[in-house]
């Protein structure tokens, strides 16, 4: 028994330790649905998300995603339904079955009375589960651009959004 314990504490520290082929290729696509939330600055007001995207690898490292968000939003002074729509930049650090990347995105959030343009960076990390499968953890900070003549009070507005989910490398290889 004690040699059974020893053989697997030994394979599973081994598996760990090999990395599988758990990484985006160039002209792979990759798709991802999850859940996540937003909060402002202060962390006290937000509002939870569902999130989708879908991008392309045109290097093993760098990808371009476009990125949709539909969530409750509970950060104003009404709560309202609200959608976002984002394209991403990425660069992927590729380190076996752990890929963190950090990028940026622009893009347009909307609300039941109103839009406004928006940027920011955004960091997260990819655990391969599979070949071509993986959960991940994504942040972001995005400022709004309703008023293009008030830089500093955009500046200010700014707020947090979170995501956690799955994603599946399709294509290439």
Not at 52 to 75: C, K, L, M, P
Not at 138 to 162: I, T, V
Request: avoid cysteine; proline fraction near 2%.
């Amino acid at each position: 028994m004690k040699n059974l314990i020893k053989a697997s504490v030994f394979a599973l520290a081994l598996a760990g330790a090999i990395p599988l082929m758990a990484q985006p290729q160039g002209g792979d696509w990759e798709f991802t649905l999850g859940g996540g939330g937003d909060s402002d600055q202060d962390f006290d007001q937000g509002g939870f998300a569902l999130n989708g995207s879908f991008g392309y690898f045109y290097t093993e490292n760098f990808e371009i995603a476009v990125r949709q968000s539909v969530n409750f939003d509970g950060r104003g002074t009404d709560d309202e339904w609200a959608g976002s729509t984002r394209l991403a930049a990425d660069w992927h650090f590729l380190l076996g079955r752990f890929v963190p990347f950090v990028g940026a995105n622009v893009g347009m959030t909307y609300t039941e009375d109103d839009s406004a343009w928006g940027v920011g960076p955004e960091v997260g990390i990819k655990y391969y589960v599979h070949e071509r499968t993986f959960i991940f953890g994504m942040a972001e900070y995005r400022w709004n651009f309703d008023d293009l003549d008030d830089a500093e009070d955009n500046a200010d507005d700014g707020f947090f959004a979170f995501t956690v989910g799955v994603g599946f490398n399709i294509g290439g290889r």
